[in-house]
């Protein structure tokens, strides 16, 4: 990287809660956050953001009759947005840089529009403004009243760690000294849940009884990164996260990020990612730079709780990390897999235990070890179609 990036402030509304403190409360127990869902009269495990959160939402929607017809996607970008440029101290004057993405946009809005297309024979007005994905980024811009460049893009599902490479390569262009960056999601609908069956990764477990103490399918329901599982086991979830990115090294700075790498695989099919995840191995490598894999203390990884998935990505940080092994985690037991937005939470995730000094695993994984220090943690993220992002992040 030519020179290190400050997160200065980074907000989320997911299924942790609507804040920092509600994330880190919640990442402190061993409970998930997964629940069952009828789509179609029939069931299905999702991450939802919880009651509360919602009602900020829903109270978001009313403040302004123009956010009546905005999908949840787009309220969850505001949301987060408001509180991370809060956080950060900055106006809508500094005319920031906006770059927010996500795998699926507007899809609850889509499937209504379509669905009524279906049944009239004709469009809403509002059809097309609000389902495009500039959609979000724009929406967010006009809420901060800032002028800045605006983007909005799909990468599948690592479309946030994505934005967070275009707003370092704006900021290093010196077009721009801060740059709001993230994803958004709210793939909880029928279709998605259907399309994801279709592909046979969705888990097919039950919640177990409240009950159930012991660590297995039963009280676990997505087994990311248990390399032992027998079928797939990811779920979905919601949820929009945001950081703000200042050029150099700041007082404020929640964390620095030290390197970045990108890399993206030959198709063999639409969703085919290689055994040993080589997009991984030269993304990691290539964030890595000068620093001796020795050094990295955690990787906070993408698995999405599918057995090729999680067991390529496992492959890849065997080849890259032979000598040592950093301490290995994800979230997505907990929360799901948001899609575009699972990078910015796995940010968010890599961000608390930098700022706490704490690891936080895997409560169903045996002899996990814990770093002896946190400075340099590596966050990973891929989508179908091959494209791996990993972020060096550093206290």
């Excluded at 529009?113 to 979000?136: F, M, Q, R, W």
């Excluded at 009280?219 to 086991?233: E, M, R």
């Excluded at 690891?359 to 994984?365: D, E, M, Q, W």
């Amino acid at each position: 990287m030519q020179k290190p990036i400050s997160i200065t402030a980074i907000s989320s509304i997911s299924p942790l809660g609507k804040s920092l403190d509600d994330a880190w409360k919640s990442y402190q127990n061993d409970t998930h956050c997964l629940s069952e869902k009828s789509f179609d009269n029939e069931n299905a495990l999702v991450a939802e953001i919880p009651k509360d959160a919602k009602e900020h939402i829903e109270l978001l929607r009313q403040s302004d009759s123009k956010y009546k017809s905005l999908d949840d996607t787009v309220l969850f970008a505001i949301y987060a947005s408001r509180q991370a440029i809060k956080q950060a101290n900055w106006n809508g004057s500094d005319n920031f840089g906006i770059n927010i993405g996500s795998s699926r946009g507007a899809t609850e809005l889509f499937e209504t529009y379509h669905k009524d297309y279906l049944e009239k024979n004709k469009a809403k007005t509002l059809c097309s403004p609000t389902t495009t994905l500039g959609n979000i980024s724009s929406w967010v811009a006009h809420d901060l009243q800032t002028q800045g460049p605006e983007i909005s893009h799909s990468i599948t599902c690592s479309t946030a760690l994505h934005a967070m490479l275009n707003g370092i390569a704006w900021i290093h262009s010196g077009m721009c000294d801060k740059f709001l960056v993230g994803g958004s999601e709210a793939p909880l609908t029928s279709f998605t849940i259907a399309q994801m069956r279709a592909l046979k990764i969705y888990s097919k477990n039950k919640l177990s009884d409240p009950c159930h103490s012991e660590h297995s399918e039963a009280s676990f329901p997505c087994l990311a990164l248990d390399l032992k599982k027998k079928q797939n086991t990811m779920v979905l979830g919601e949820g929009a996260s945001m950081a703000c990115l200042e050029t150099g090294e700041k007082e404020n700075a929640l964390a620095i990020i030290k390197g970045i790498g990108y890399a993206t695989e030959i198709l063999e099919h639409n969703i085919s990612i290689s055994s040993d995840a080589q997009c991984f191995q030269k993304s990691m490598q290539m964030a890595l730079g000068d620093l001796n894999p020795d050094d990295i203390d955690i990787i906070v990884m993408h698995a999405p709780g599918t057995i090729k998935g999680d067991l390529s990505e496992y492959k890849a940080i065997e080849k890259i990390f032979c000598n040592k092994t950093p301490a290995l985690t994800t979230n997505k037991w907990k929360i799901g897999h948001t899609f575009g937005a699972s990078g910015a939470l796995n940010i968010e995730f890599a961000v608390l235990m930098l700022q706490n000094q704490k690891f936080i695993g895997i409560p169903y994984l045996e002899n996990q070890e814990s770093p002896k220090r946190i400075k340099n943690i590596l966050v990973n993220a891929v989508g179908f179609g091959g494209n791996a992002v990993s972020i060096l992040l550093s206290k």
